[in-house]
């Protein structure tokens, strides 16, 4: 699996960016996918994670101000992000981890090893 992301950018405090993951293969072998972002000097840490079947969970830094979301093939997640300080700059990073277990859409089984993945990063810089 290669995911791509991107959208990142500059923009003012208060704008909005929208970042897109796509990842490569099928969608029914994806399981949740999500974002993470690292600052300057900072460790890596989680923004918003959407599962299989879209249940969200968000860093309390952008909880009201991010959604994440995930395209119908399930191979591509986005993040809104609105409302944006300059504290959320940082090298966004998209993740997906992979079933153990999935079918294609004939309906035939593909035993793989779970395993994550991870994109590249998009910078976003928020200026004040």
């Known amino acids: 699996v290669q995911l791509q992301a991107s959208g990142g950018g500059l923009v003012q405090a208060g704008g909005s960016l929208r970042l897109s993951c796509a990842a490569s293969g099928s969608g029914n072998s994806i399981n949740g996918m999500g974002w993470y972002r690292q600052a300057p000097g900072k460790q890596r840490e989680l923004v918003a994670t959407?599962?299989?079947?879209?249940?969200?969970n968000y860093a309390d830094a952008v909880k009201g101000r991010f959604a994440i979301s995930r395209g119908n093939a399930k191979n591509t997640a986005y993040l809104q992000m609105n409302g944006l300080k300059p504290e959320d700059t940082a090298v966004y990073y998209c993740?997906?981890?992979?079933?153990?277990?999935?079918?294609?859409?004939?309906?035939?089984?593909?035993?793989?090893?779970?395993?994550?993945?991870w994109g590249k990063g998009t910078l976003v810089t928020v200026s004040s």
């Open positions: 993740k997906a981890d992979t079933k153990g277990l999935y079918y294609l859409d004939d309906g035939t089984p593909v035993v793989q090893r779970p395993m994550d993945y």
């Open positions: 959407i599962t299989s079947d879209d249940n969200t």
